[in-house]
Structure formats: C-alpha cells, structure tokens
C-alpha cells in the first residue's frame, strides 16, 4: 500500500476543499464535498519503488465548522470563527510491509497505526489580490495502536484564483518525528541488520522531511470539478542517513495524482 500516496491526498484535498468552505461560510448553509482519484508516489518516504493507489476526499460544513476526510485521514473545526480553526484529528495508517525492495522486506514490519491528535490552522483572504489567499495549520498526531510514535506536520499553503473556475496553489510542509516514529522506519536493530544484510542504524528524532506540492483545480460547472498536483519530498537528516534509505532508496522522490470531485 502506497502510504505516502494518501499523504499527498491530503495535501490536495487542502486545496479542493476551499470551494466548499467558501460556499458554506457564505450562505452558512450546509454543503457536502466528494471526490476521488489516482495518485502515484513512493511505496513509503525513501523507498525507490513506486506504484499508484486510490485516494478519496470528502467535506461535510455548515458555516465555519467542517469534518473532512482526506484520505484515509479525517480532521474537524468546532471553533465558530472563519478564519481559524482547530479540532480534533484520527486517521489510519499502514505501516510498512510486504514492500518490493526484497532486503527492506526482510526488516520488521511497522504495524499498522492509529493517529489520533488534533489541527490548528487559520487563513486570509486577499493577502496580495482579490482572488488569493494564505492559509497555515499544525497537526500532531499520535499513534494508539501501534508503535509508530507521535508526528507533527507544519503546512503554509498559497493559492491562487486565475479566473472564476481555475485555480493554482503552491503548499509547502515539513513532519517532525518523535524517537519512535525514527526507530519504526528508519532505524536498523541488530535483529533487522541480520536478517536484512543492512548495517545496525539508531535514527533518531527530528524533521523527516520537507514537501512541496503544485496544486491545480477546474471549476467544470458549479458542482463538477478536476483538479491535479505533482510535488517532491527530501528526506533530511537522522532519516536520509539511514541505511534503509542510502543503501537502498532514495532521500528525494516525487509524486503526483489527478482527482474528480462533486459538490452538492
């Protein structure tokens, strides 16, 4: 399963989802969003090895409160301002196992996880022309069910209005990760070194990584819409040093996706 796929489905779905949330706080009325696609990306953050997975995204609001899904991922506001918001977070993750690189596979699986955690972000409108705007969040997540730590991802995101139905925007994050979040991934155990032929590594916590991602969206009628995005990872520090990565991945890698959604 590409995890890293529904990690940029997120990061598109922070753009798509703007039409919706302008049309609820405008009419403080009730609007729903769906949408899916196609996206194409590592196997995880490192790996060498690419292939596509599908990816959902969804929005449920009515004025500034929202739950929305983004992937595999859902995030909520229950603050009654519409420029900042915060709630709670819980998506669900795959872990690391059955990969195609055969001496990554014979590591210890990273079990499958449960985030939980919560978002604080907030926007403004016209920063610099009628039709732009800025927007920035945290999210801190928490792994309940396995063993893959605590991460905290830091986004600022600019889009765009080129005319009524296109868009473009540009979003730019970097993921703190806790010790064991590093040791899940990207550290080596003596066991692992043994089995896998890799040398003994201890990662160790820090920023995983800093993304960039293109975004673009077509407005087709009021409720159609396409969209698209391509964007790139580097891996920094304790993680791109990491023998999983240097020996036999890669610390920059790339990743795209197209996507169709519907508002009601």
Not at 183 to 197: E, K, L
């Amino acid at each position: 399963m590409l995890s890293k796929c529904y990690v940029r489905a997120a990061a598109v779905a922070s753009a798509v989802l703007v039409a919706g949330e302008v049309s609820a706080q405008e009419t403080k009325d009730w609007s729903v969003l769906v949408g899916a696609g196609a996206f194409f990306g590592p196997e995880y953050l490192g790996s060498k090895d690419y292939g596509f997975a599908p990816g959902i995204i969804g929005s449920i609001e009515k004025g500034p409160y929202f739950v929305k899904f983004n992937g595999l991922t859902a995030t909520a506001n229950v603050l009654p301002f519409e420029s900042f918001y915060a709630g709670p977070l819980i998506g669900y993750g795959f872990g690391r196992k059955d990969v195609s690189d055969k001496v990554v596979d014979k590591l210890p699986d990273v079990d499958q996880e449960l985030w939980v955690g919560g978002v604080v972000g907030g926007g403004y409108a016209g920063l610099l022309l009628q039709r732009d705007s800025l927007g920035a969040n945290i999210e801190i997540a928490h792994d309940v069910m396995g063993d893959s730590g605590t991460t905290a991802t830091f986004s600022l995101g600019y889009e765009i209005s080129a005319t009524e139905q296109l868009s473009f925007g540009v979003d730019l994050s970097t993921t703190f990760v806790d010790g064991a979040y590093a040791d899940a991934y990207y550290s080596v155990t003596q066991a692992g070194s043994n089995a896998s032929g890799l040398a003994k590594y201890d990662a160790d916590a820090g920023f995983r990584d800093v993304t960039l991602d293109l975004t673009s969206r077509y407005a087709v009628t009021e409720n159609w819409g396409v969209g698209g995005m391509a964007g790139g990872s580097v891996l920094l520090g304790s993680m791109a040093d990491s023998p999983i990565v240097k020996d036999r991945g890669e610390a920059v890698s790339g990743h795209g996706g197209l996507f169709l959604w519907y508002r009601f």
